[in-house]
């Protein structure tokens, strides 16, 4: 049972991170009622393939930049102080728009423990791990890849 008596603190420097080709991740908070990140990106880097979540909502919070977001089948930007929640099941891709860098806050509910995944995510943008290897673990991190080659441009 989710112990209710007790706040989570992550202080500044605490978070467990992952170092990507093109940005940085931070993992706030890991599984429980929510999960939390922090992801910085370089200008035009993507931040995820193409996915959907069965159980879990996922919620962006721009703290600074510009970011693109695939939703089902529309495309749409989103910048600066800007709020995007999926809901489980809806498609979706996202990235820092082309000429812009992104930092953005994420939120899943209910929370997953994912830090392994992203540290996976990780070792493939620096080509230590083929895109493949994702595939075996997408129930047990309750992400669901989905082949969409050309997720920034609306059908």
Do not use: N
């Not at 940005?23 to 939390?36: C, H, P």
């Not at 069965?54 to 695939?70: A, I, N, P, Q, W």
């Amino acid at each position: 049972m989710e112990d209710t008596t007790t706040a989570l603190v992550v202080q500044p420097g605490d978070a467990g991170t992952a170092s990507l080709t093109d940005g940085t991740f931070e993992l706030l908070a890991d599984g429980g009622a929510v999960s939390a990140s922090r992801l910085t990106l370089a200008s035009g880097a993507d931040g995820a393939p193409p996915h959907r979540h069965k159980l879990s909502h996922e919620t962006f919070y721009l703290l600074d930049g510009t970011m693109v977001f695939r939703l089902g089948d529309a495309v749409t930007t989103v910048g600066k102080g800007g709020l995007v929640i999926i809901p489980p099941g809806l498609p979706h891709a996202f990235g820092a728009a082309e000429g812009e860098t992104a930092d953005v806050v994420v939120f899943l509910s209910p929370g997953i423990e994912r830090f392994a995944y992203f540290e996976q995510l990780a070792a493939i943008s620096r080509g230590e791990l083929d895109f493949a290897s994702l595939v075996p673990v997408q129930d047990r991190y309750d992400v669901h890849l989905i082949d969409l080659p050309d997720w920034r441009s609306a059908p």
